[in-house]
């Protein structure tokens, strides 16, 4: 299993950004998928989830400026950044509960990261 992020980059104060992160690879059902961020010096921050039911939950942080969503075949999880503010800048880590058969536990799965940077 793979989960390929993109969609980083860097943008000024206030404005947006969309990450995108791909599942491939032999799944059975995903349960959830997520986004998190680190920075330098802090912990890993989870910044927003979306179950297989669509039921999304989201750090205080970002409430109300991110949205994160998911295609039809919920193997494709969207982070919608808008009012991007400098302390967003972040590596931004895709992660999947997930099991890849029917009778697999189910395991967590994680992307590489993108880095995201918003300049002032």
């Known amino acids: 299993v793979q989960l390929q992020a993109s969609g980083g980059g860097l943008v000024q104060a206030g404005g947006s950004l969309r990450l995108s992160c791909k599942a491939s690879g032999t799944i059975f059902r995903i349960a959830s998928m997520a986004w998190y961020r680190r920075t330098p010096g802090k912990q890993r921050e989870l910044v927003a989830t979306i179950s297989s039911d669509g039921t999304t939950n989201y750090s205080d942080s970002v409430k109300g400026r991110f949205t994160i969503s998911g295609d039809n075949a919920k193997t494709t999880v969207y982070l919608q950044m808008g009012n991007l503010k400098p302390e967003d800048t972040a590596v931004y880590f895709c992660?999947?509960?997930?099991?890849?058969?029917?009778?697999?536990?189910?395991?967590?799965?994680w992307g590489q990261g993108t880095q995201v940077t918003v300049s002032s």
């Open positions: 992660h999947s509960i997930l099991k890849t058969d029917w009778s697999a536990l189910l395991r967590d799965y």
